[in-house]
T-cell receptor, first 113, second 109 residues
Framework: DAGVTQSPTHLIKTRGQQVTLRCSPK?????VSWYQQALGQGPQFIFQ???????QRGNFPDRFSGHQFPNYSSELNVNALLLGDSALYLC????????????FGPGTRLLVL | DQQVKQNSPSLSVQEGRISILNCDYT??????FLWYKKYPAEGPTFLIS?????DKNEDGRFTVFLNKSAKHLSLHIVPSQPGDSAVYFC????????FGTGTSLTVIP
């Protein structure tokens, strides 16, 4: 049983560019949450998708947007990249919007130059 | 605004001894608390959790204690093993999910 997978593993972009990160949830999970983990910090909640809709959102600007597909996979899009967007982006999947049963992927390391 | 705090960035413990990791929170509306373990190049993995209606939960070598009046929780690992060396995050759930900043545990053989 494949767990949560994310692609790509690493990415380098320049300021002002746009980036799309992808996540496939664990089999049987219908909810995907995205987190940003800056160096030396804990993961910060960006948003959660359930039934193809954004259900919860953390304190992130509108430059951060997402999508969930009918097969429950998800994308995180970040527009107008800033140097401060450099971080590890984690995807977590769960069942029925449960926080307690989240399984995390290995993350995508984004570097903005 | 850090709602979940881990004030010790690192901890070193001798193998076989007890490891105690601490976490403080500010929001009394949190209803569930969790501990995650993270190895380099991997995502966090769930370790143990506790509901706000309990004050202790035990799973093998791992015990989590919750003190609601002090808004404090702790993770005890007994006995500590070298394989426990990792970064430990506490987290709390309410209307969304909040992580602490992590404590890097090193268990010395």
């Amino acid at each position: 049983d494949a767990g949560v997978t994310q692609s790509p593993t690493h990415l380098i972009k320049t300021r002002g560019q746009q980036v799309t990160l992808r996540c496939s949830p664990k089999s049987g999970h219908d909810t995907v949450s995205w987190y940003q983990q800056a160096l030396g910090q804990g993961p910060q909640f960006i948003f959660q998708y359930y039934e193809e809709e954004e259900r919860q959102r953390g304190n992130f600007p509108d430059r951060f947007s997402g999508h969930q597909f009918p097969n429950y996979s998800s994308e995180l899009n970040v527009n107008a990249l800033l140097l401060g967007d450099s971080a590890l982006y984690l995807c977590a999947s769960s069942l029925d919007r449960g926080w307690e049963t989240q399984y995390f992927g290995p993350g995508t390391r984004l570097l903005v130059l | 605004d850090q709602q979940v705090k881990q004030n010790s960035p690192s901890l070193s413990v001798q193998e076989g001894r007890i490891s105690i990791l601490n976490c403080d929170y500010t929001n009394s509306m949190f209803d569930y608390f969790l501990w995650y373990k993270k190895y380099p190049a991997e995502g966090p993995t769930f370790l143990i959790s506790i509901s706000s209606i309990k004050d202790k939960n035990e799973d093998g070598r791992f015990t989590v204690f919750l003190n609601k009046s002090a808004k404090h929780l702790s993770l005890h690992i007994v006995p500590s093993q070298p394989g426990d060396s990792a970064v430990y995050f506490c987290a709390a759930s309410g209307n969304q999910f909040y992580f602490g900043t992590g404590t890097s545990l090193t268990v010395i053989p």
